[in-house]
């Protein structure tokens, strides 16, 4: 293993996808990301430790790497993770068919599912640490890797580990973006709205209750009622560079419509249940319970309106955080400063709250500071077809958690 860049190509190329299919949840190679990453971080001369969970459906291991011999006041735990989105391939890249687990480098990008979100903070990171080391750089904090599986989605993330007992004194979420220093990040509330009618022959409307035609008028209601209220909502922390508003507002979105499980899907049959999904998007510093609650009544008020038969289900509720610890947030900044001018990016450094969430919530929830900063803009592709990373960019996160980490 001869650089940076060849451990991420090698790590890319590991397919550890997370998917949930018929409520099982499905991991690829976990134990053979950790192991590789375990080993290598042993070959540079760090110390990795392997500490496994495990449910019905298998083992998520989490690899801790940090460095020999250090010893600081502080702890600080610097967070990535190494499982990924399913990807279908192939990709077309310049003309080029490629398997999204064959990683393919072109003018300074990598392509690949997972190079930039996130093998690339594994990558920077590890490195980081051990250039830190050969450069005999004295540490002022004592830097612990926290790379984990099940970020997209899974049980056994870091929360799990956080609800076992370990803690740090501060800590830095490297799944994020290189544009901005994050000081906080969005809350979120998922859940289903369903309405019952009484199916029948479209012929035959009077005989019937339409529970489609019911459903728009509840979701009309709520997205003009309810919307409007969150989208007014305004944080107090600065919105990412490009947004339309200069601080994180609320949002309200219904993003899937279907019928219920033992319908009929015909054009001639009036369906007895209609359902529909929402992402409720919270500012950094509200309540999470209250926020439910406030969404609830809301649906109450549309089916008393509209005489509709009704339920909700709350199935994924999550606060969001922000930065408690001023010095933390002041050491960052600095740390980003001399990161972009080592590399030589064009860039100036900007602070701002996400719009999406984070593990940085479990950090908060714990009172442990936390910021963010990684190696994903939004033109990388994360999720998506073409996933790439800018080689550059994880020089950047690299040289961000070496100033970070070190004394000046």
């Known amino acids: ?24 949840v499905i991991r690829e ?69 490629i398997n999204p687990y064959e990683p393919l480098l072109i003018d300074g990008k990598l392509y690949g599912r997972g190079a930039a979100d996130d093998k690339s903070a594994i990558a920077a990171s590890i490195y980081a640490l051990k250039e830190a080391v050969d450069e005999g750089r ?13 970020e997209e989605g899974g049980p056994l993330g870091i929360k799990t580990l956080l609800d076992k007992g370990f803690k740090w004194d ?75 508003l200069p601080n994180l507002w609320g949002r309200f979105n219904f993003t899937i419509l279907k019928l ?34 406030e969404l609830i009544s809301f649906f109450s008020k549309a089916f008393n309106k509209y005489g509709v038969r009704g339920c909700i289900e709350i199935i994924a509720k999550l606060r969001g955080w922000y930065t408690t610890d001023e010095k933390l947030k002041e050491e960052a900044v600095k740390s980003m400063e001399k990161a972009i001018y080592t590399v030589g990016l064009n860039q100036e450094v900007k602070i701002a709250a996400e ?28 999720h998506s077809d073409n996933e790439f990373v800018y080689i550059r960019d994880v020089e950047f996160l690299k040289e961000f958690v070496k100033a970070l980490v070190t004394e000046g």
């Open 1 to 24: 293993m001869n650089s940076l860049v060849d451990f991420l190509k090698e790590l890319v190329s590991i397919k550890t996808e997370l998917r949930i299919e018929d409520g099982r």
């Open 29 to 97: 190679n976990y134990e053979k990301a950790a192991e590789f990453i375990a080993s290598t971080a042993e070959k540079l001369g760090l110390k990795a430790e392997t500490v496994v969970f495990e449910d019905k459906f298998g083992k998520v291991p989490v690899v801790l790497v940090e460095p020999k011999d250090v010893y600081a006041e502080e702890s600080i735990a610097l967070v990535s993770h190494y499982d990924v989105v399913p990807a279908k391939g192939p990709w077309v890249v310049e003309g080029r068919k």
């Open 138 to 150: 004295k540490f002022k904090f004592k830097p612990v890797l926290v790379i984990a599986g099940d």
């Open 170 to 244: 501060k800590a830095v979420i490297l799944d994020a973006s290189a544009e901005y220093l994050s000081i906080g990040a969005s809350g979120v509330i998922h859940g289903w709205v369903r309405v019952f009618g009484k199916s029948g022959h479209a012929g035959y409307p009077h005989l019937s209750e339409n529970a489609a035609s019911k459903l728009v008028k509840v979701i009309s209601f709520i997205q003009e009622e309810y919307g409007s209220i969150r989208c007014g909502r305004i944080s107090r922390y600065p919105s990412p560079p490009g947004s339309p």
């Open 260 to 293: 219920g499980e033992n319908e009929v899907e015909k054009h001639n049959v009036i369906p007895g249940e209609a359902v529909a999904g929402f992402d409720a998007r919270l500012l950094p510093e509200e309540d999470v319970e209250e926020a439910v609650r």
């Open 355 to 382: 719009l999406g969430g984070n593990d940085g919530t479990f950090f908060f929830l714990k009172g442990i500071p936390v910021v963010a900063l990684g190696a994903i803009r939004n033109e990388n592709n994360i």
